[in-house]
């Protein structure tokens, strides 16, 4: 049902913010635009999410797609896809997902992983107004990302080249707290982890289907370090420190 769902928001949803509390800011002056990300810069400074309690502290799972591994030699970001969260619970009517243009054609290995066109590419919004979305989306929310060394090398990259801005958001690895719940484990991949929480994908190596996911996996993270006795990030952080 759920897959019914995401695969309904993709197909009629094109081209829209998802979100409670988000409005589409494509009407907006330039100046406004850079009066927003300065102010959200200044917000994401002065939150300390460390000692927030964890059924209380927001997160946003996100995914990207890309052409390769190397933003600074070219490589670029396809798809960006994200969920929201509260805690351990998932808000699976809290979703963003957006395509990116580039008139360039894909490599077909590409296409196949992804599914994307380079049709659909050279229908897609330009990476900037994907990006001042993202994070009108994201907020001031803690980001979380499956092999996110990744995805921070591109958002890094992205935005200094679209938005002229530095990435300021915190990224958690999901590996930040499976090196807690699981110390001994020594899964690596996201249809690992998948396996071992019985998580479905349904779409894998799309940004939102793997977003979505990431976040399930992550739940289970939290659920079971809640029940270790750790009440927020700083408790977790600590313990990892302490470790050998």
């Not at 054609?105 to 994907?130: C, F, H, M, W």
């Not at 270790?228 to 050998?244: E, Q, R, V």
Request: glycine share 4%.
């Amino acid at each position: 049902m759920v897959m019914n769902q995401m695969l309904q928001f993709i197909k009629q949803m094109s081209g829209k913010v998802y979100g409670n509390d988000v409005t589409s800011i494509a009407n907006q002056t330039d100046a406004r635009k850079i009066a927003y990300m300065r102010n959200l810069q200044r917000e994401l400074k002065k939150k300390d999410v460390l000692n927030i309690p964890f059924c209380e502290l927001p997160f946003v799972v996100f995914d990207i797609e890309t052409t390769g591994f190397y933003p600074y030699n070219g490589d670029r970001i396809l798809s960006i896809g994200a969920i929201k969260m509260i805690g351990s619970k998932v808000h699976e009517d809290q979703l963003f997902y957006k395509t990116i243009y580039n008139e360039s054609p894909l490599a077909k290995n590409i296409e196949t992983l992804t599914g994307i066109t380079s049709y659909e590419l050279r229908q897609a919004e330009p990476l900037d107004e994907v990006l001042r979305q993202f994070f009108q989306f994201v907020r001031s929310d803690t980001l979380v990302a499956h092999h996110s060394s990744h995805e921070k090398q591109f958002m890094k990259h992205a935005s200094w080249i679209a938005l002229k801005t530095s990435f300021q958001h915190r990224i958690i690895d999901t590996t930040f707290l499976t090196k807690v719940v699981a110390p001994t484990m020594q899964h690596i991949t996201l249809d690992d982890w998948c396996e071992y929480y019985g998580v479905e994908i349904g779409r894998r190596h799309h940004a939102l289907y793997d977003a979505v996911a990431t976040a399930k996996i992550w739940s289970e993270c939290l659920k079971k370090v809640e029940d270790m006795g750790f009440k927020n990030l700083k408790d977790a952080y600590t313990h990892i420190a302490s470790l050998p």
